[in-house]
């Protein structure tokens, strides 16, 4: 199987004008996109990323209570299919009235893609069409859009994974046996040993919190996340766990499924 050479392909593409005093004054969004090298199943990776000026954000795919993340829409060649964004892990912004977003507000935000060619060998010159649309927020909200397209290249130089100032960090399973959850009557308590803070973001399909603002996060090895119950139901909690200890942060997908019991609050 042939390989494709690493590739960077930078797009400076902007609804808002490409320099520097309309950035300034408008929305601060620039698009990029880098193809690296196929994987060995003969996928094509695409790396897309999003400029943001200073003090500018994106949102995150889960839990919000205002905002809406960045989407995409692919035309991609016949036979060809694509896996889902990879999205690296967000941080808590607060907002007044109680208001709690989960966010990108760092320099550079990198999301990762896969595409699937139906020939590896031959998806070399393929051209991929990309549309893309976000909301970029400071004190005001802006809605942005653009379209690129990036082709797979034959062969160019080699390229560092990611462009100078981006480190993304995506969540990874945690260890094995690094945490617990249990029910508490209707508040799951989340302990992970060790912890010096926890923090959990809830994916948009997780099941009702009474206050995440409050309960988002904790000093120590215990969150608390208290539910409201539906009927005779709580959860589905999930969403991506946080742990900070005092030598690493770590952070990854956890998952409570529904349960039909509540126990009486105060017991285990």
Known sequence: MRFFPALII?????????????RAAGPPVLMAARVLPAATDGTVR?????????????????????????????????????????WPVPVRHELPGGLLDHVYDQPLVVLEQD??????????GADIGARWRWLACREECVPGDTTLVVTVPYRLEAAAKVLPGAEPVYPAPLPAGSF??????ADLEIRAPGARR???????????????????QAQGDLLRLRCVPDGDTLGPVRGLLQVETDDDVLTGPVEVPITTHIPDRGTS
């Open 10 to 22: 930078i797009l400076l593409l902007t609804a808002c004008g490409h320099n520097d005093a309309r």
């Open 46 to 86: 695409v790396c897309w990323y999003f400029d943001l000026a200073a003090d500018w954000h994106l949102y995150w795919p889960g839990l919000n209570d205002s905002g809406f993340p960045p989407s995409l829409k692919l035309d991609l060649p016949e036979g060809w299919s694509a896996r889902p964004l990879r």
């Open 115 to 124: 595409l699937v060619p139906p020939d590896p060998v031959a998806a070399a």
């Open 180 to 185: 617990t959850a249990d029910w508490t009557g």
């Open 198 to 216: 926890l923090r959990f973001f809830p994916y948009e399909d997780c099941g009702r919190l009474a206050d995440l603002l409050a309960d988002g």
